[in-house]
């Protein structure tokens, strides 16, 4: 997305080439499922479009059949940015539950409590999703424990109900969604059990190509000089083979931080400020600092400014 | 499993270098340093791109084709100007910041020169000299030397195009030096060089060679896959006449019986049964043992044990003290190496130290009881909601709390025989490192190795509960592994602990998975013959002791490391619960892995 005027979604995957049959479902699906004016807000404007042909059919396809989706895949592989326009494109409100070792039902469903006069039951965002047909973006699903995510499972098979105890059988409206990411790597994280991994279409999400990198930030920053862009692409790949070597650990593995860098350098910063900032400095190991600094210079020289980086 | 391990700075070298071929399975076979001991990274991405543009094996064999000459050193900086020109001019349009990172290798080059002593420079190879100053000052934009025709004929030559194939650019070399030196390449067969692809030199950095460590067998004989072929000594099967002997040797080697006589003979009568039973036992303590080969310093033992052994010591020969004394200073020597190798690899070992101790927190945190605490919203506690209406109390609602209760202690029991013997510094870290990371995770963790020699089965503690870890690297191997009598003594010591019921006990095992040991299977009831402790036999008993000690309650899982030929017998010894680690890296995960598994199996339990 860029800067300017945010064009909408469909426009783009139209533009990418994704298949037609499934952008006129999305259409469809939009047409049969409106809104209430009270939940637009919830609709999220992505900052980031996800870029790949495969797995954007694949997501709308299961999104369309009335699958839930589970975003699998290592850190920076856009699970949460493909979360977020898939939303987005069938424009539909988002509740995002953060899962963590606490998370237990209550939190996701609802739990009690005084409202100064009397108990009342206060509704948890799996619950209003369910209520709203909402997207239930269930982030990080598996740092949870299995007995927390148990109350999730009729929820997520074809029963698509969820039973509040002490209060009531809620059934899910037909436009609700889940979709849920994973990460392999993360300390505290698990294996799903099996009942929970077949209640969703599983999406092994890939690592960025070259290409979709380049699309992504020509996307963010239309105006930048493209010889340059395409070093930072390659910069980027290279430090996440290094991170897949165990050479660095994964903190420097950050698009997100590449992207912020590029920023800090419109803001006026040189480029090497930005990527020390930015990407170098998120390894607080002063080693690791050393080789991933070196990548960086291998690459991207330590002065460019933003006359020099971006048009104008 | 041979590995190569590098310093700090040889790893950064190492890490340019594979950026810049764009692969990490490549070992390099050269390395460029400074002259303080720095990596240069200009030189070391000229030696990636050799990687990424060349066949860099015909590359090698070239530059080594000349290692015999007297001016091998001339004609390594030479040719490295020449494939520096080559590699760069490749390389260039992909990497723009190139030229900028040439230019400060040029002028690095300048500052090197005004810092030289008149008595460095007249050590220099003025050729040489002369192309590298000419080469740095047309890339820096400085005043060109003065050549002579024939050096300037060199400049020319030393113009490797970027347009050279791995066969153009062994031809401009050879042309090269045949052409200024009258040096004939081709003269030296590859057949000849013989396998030089280990061999690492250096160059820009004279008379410091990079050290490559690597491990390589002590021992026996190795084969590719770092499996040890063990001679089946038959000096190692004993005669009765020589049990004297033989406990003097063990004592010797590994200290007093942590034991007294009637606990020993208790574990004996737990541990030597079925196929164990003619094993003898032996429990001692690393960390009470010391590795001084003087007898007089060595010496321990109470009064009464001293009075024995000086009447033994007249009846043996003095074999064994040789022998108690080489396998102590062997011990004191490999102690030595493995604190030197967890010490190369203390970085990432730090890492994965942190990295464990985190996860297993987070397994901790998950799989423990949380403690209900007080809260105005969750679950509202019935006996407590009478205060609501009458006191206005809103905390009537209960939550999980922050507090845990869990009572975890994890035993790590290492395979210390002989078949170890090329992994044992890494061993030694691998078990460092769980010990660190549990313990940091307030798990107290004892370390374990067990081995069989001399007929006895010998359980070493190198670092009990609440011990500092440093013991571990006491670790040795040598002997054979009787492994069930070792898991069958493990559930002994295990058993001491019972009490409480909310105890959970874990035990790695680190292990190679092939049971072997020189003291036979007594025959059974049908069996006419002795079989040999080993293969199916081998493995048969020790999956019956793993599941004796599951039986009792002890979560039990296997961390492999070892040849793959044995790994079929892991499955069937420790069921779904092993994990295989062939790198250190892969440590932490596997370590994780099972405990999470172990943890949720004895909840399911």
Known sequence: ???????????????????????????????????????????????????????????????????????????????????????????????????????????????????????????????????????????????????????????????????????????????????????????????????????????????ISEEDLMKLIRGRFPDMNEKICSQFVLLYLEISKKAEHAEISERALDLRGLLDALMLIRQGLTSGEALDMCIVNKSFDSYERGLIRDCVLARIPDDLTKEVVFRG | MIKRNYSGNQRKACNVIWNAAGRYDYDPPFMAFRTNGTPDF??????????????????????????????????????????????????LASRPILSALRKKRGEEFFRYAQDMSEQQMMLQSMPVWNQQEARWAE??????????????????????????????????????????????????????????????????????????????PAGGTVSENGLVTLPHDADLRRGSGRAEKDEKYIRG?????????????????????????????????????????????????????????????????????????????????????????????????????????????????????????????????????????????????????????????????????????????????EAYITAKALSRAGIPVRVVDFHSLRGYTVLEILKDYGEDPEGIFRYFAGGWNRDSAALKCMRALLHDQTGDPDHIRLLFVLTDASPNDDLPIPPSGNGKRPREYEGAAGVRETAAAVKALREDGVCTAAVFHGASIHLENVPQIYGDCFTCVRRMRQLSDGIRILTEQMLRNYRRD
């Open chain 2, 253 to 429: 080697c590994f200290g007093d019986c942590v034991y007294d006589e009637a606990r020993m003979e208790m574990l004996r009568a737990e541990v030597c049964t079925g196929a164990d039973q003619n094993v003898r036992l032996w429990l001692s303590s690393a960390g009470k043992m010391s590795f001084d080969t003087e007898p007089s310093d060595r010496d321990t033992r109470k009064e009464q044990t001293e009075k024995r052994d000086r009447t033994l010591a007249k009846k043996l020969s003095d074999s064994c003290e040789r022998d108690i004394r080489m396998t102590l200073s062997d011990r004191r020597r490999q102690a030595e190496k493995n604190l030197e190798f967890y010490k190369t690899w203390q970085l990432p070992a730090r890492e994965a130290v942190r990295k464990l101790a985190q996860e297993t927190e987070a397994i901790l945190a998950t799989y423990m009881r949380h403690l209900p605490t007080g809260a105005r919203a969750g679950s509202l506690c019935a006996e407590k909601a009478w205060r609501l209406p009458v006191l206005s109390d809103p905390a009537v609602f209960l939550k999980p709390g922050d507090e845990t209760e869990h009572h975890i202690t994890a035993d790590l029991l290492l395979d210390a025989s002989q078949s170890r013997m090329n992994d044992q510094e890494v061993i030694a870290a």
């Open chain 1, 1 to 207: 997305m860029t800067d300017g005027k945010r064009e909408d979604i469909l426009t783009v995957l139209r533009r990418e080439g994704i298949r037609e049959e499934l952008l006129t479902g999305v259409e469809d699906f939009r047409r049969l499922y409106p809104v209430n004016e009270t939940d637009r807000e919830r609709i999220p404007h992505p900052e980031y479009m996800y870029y790949g042909k495969t797995v954007w059919e694949q997501a709308l396809a299961a999104i369309l059949a009335g699958r839930n989706l589970l975003l699998a895949g290592p850190k920076a592989t856009g699970k949460n940015v493909l979360a977020e326009n898939l939303a987005a494109v069938f424009l539909r409100p988002v509740w995002n539950v953060s899962f963590h070792i606490g998370t237990d039902a209550s939190y996701l469903i609802g739990t009690d409590t005084y409202d100064g006069s009397r108990v009342i039951f206060r509704e948890g965002p799996v619950l209003l999703t369910a209520l709203k047909g909402g997207f239930g973006v269930l982030d990080e699903i598996n740092m949870a424990k299995n007995e927390a995510l148990a109350v999730l499972h009729a929820a997520l098979d074809f029963r698509r109900v969820l039973d509040v105890p002490g209060y009531a059988r809620v059934e899910l409206k037909p436009e609700t969604r889940f979709i849920a990411t994973m990460n392999y790597g993360y300390a505290g994280t698990r294996e799903l059990n099996e009942a929970l991994t077949s209640r969703f279409a599983v999406l092994d999400m890939p690592v």
């Open chain 2, 139 to 216: 890339v820096t934009g400085r005043r060109m030397p003065l050549l002579s025709g024939r050096e300037k004929r060199m400049q020319e030559s030393l113009r490797f195009s970027g347009n050279f194939g791995t066969d153009d650019l062994i031809q401009a070399m050879g042309d090269f030096l045949g052409t200024f030196f009258d040096f004939d390449s081709g003269r030296v067969s590859g057949s000849r060089l013989g396998p030089v692809r280990n061999r690492i030199f250096h160059f820009l950095h004279r008379g410091r060679p990079v050290r490559d460590l690597l491990i390589v």
């Open chain 2, 42 to 91: 200009y030189f070391n991405m000229v030696i990636g791109f050799i990687e990424k543009y060349f066949d860099s094996g015909r590359v090698e064999v070239f530059l080594e084709s000349y290692r015999q000459d007297r001016r091998a050193d001339e004609f390594d900086d030479l040719l490295w100007l020449g494939i520096e020109n080559c590699v760069y001019e490749k390389e």
